[in-house]
């Protein structure tokens, strides 16, 4: 993927997600545009490419967020080295492994991210209110999963350059 493009992708997505997506709340949970934007990556570009874009979602997402930088982009690369992993390793064909791979992410993101202010002692919601939210981010990033990946495979394919024929 080319370089413009992936900034302006991981600026849009984490652009919507702290603006649009945030008014988009299914039992508690938004979508996290960024997240599957990355694994989305990770899943049409390669595990290299998606570990390196979900550093810079991460990043954009940290920008917007209160406390230090780095948590939302350690989370992301555990959720994209997840979906990284399961990319290499089943069909790529089958649509439900995308989704999938994008429910495990959310759980390896959100699981990360709460550890995490938890350590720098920022606020963390109780055991069974994180468990709902939790749940409610895997269904809401899975049921977005196929149309964004669609979208990014339809972006993606112009940026490929392939020679003419002679």
Known sequence: MKVAAG????MAAALLQVTWASQL??????????????????WTQGVRTGLLWACVGGIL??????GPL???AVALLAGTYTAGFWAR???????????????????????VLISTD?????????L??????VV?????????????????????????WEPAAA
């Open 136 to 160: 409610a981010a895997c269904a809401v990033n899975a049921a977005l999963t196929l149309p964004l990946l669609g979208v990014l495979r339809w972006v993606t394919s112009g940026l490929h």
């Open 89 to 111: 390793n089943l069909d790529r064909d089958g649509f439900l492994h995308p989704m999938g791979a994008v429910a495990c992410g959310t759980v390896l993101y959100s699981l």
């Open 7 to 10: 900034i302006l992708l991981m």
């Open 128 to 133: 069974d209110t994180a468990l709902q939210l």
């Open 118 to 126: 938890s350590v720098l002692g920022l606020p963390i919601p109780q």
């Open 70 to 72: 780095g948590p939302h």
């Open 25 to 42: 709340e299914i039992a508690g949970a938004f979508p996290n545009l960024v997240l599957i934007a990355v694994i989305g990556v990770t």
């Open 61 to 66: 997402l940290d920008l917007n967020a209160p």
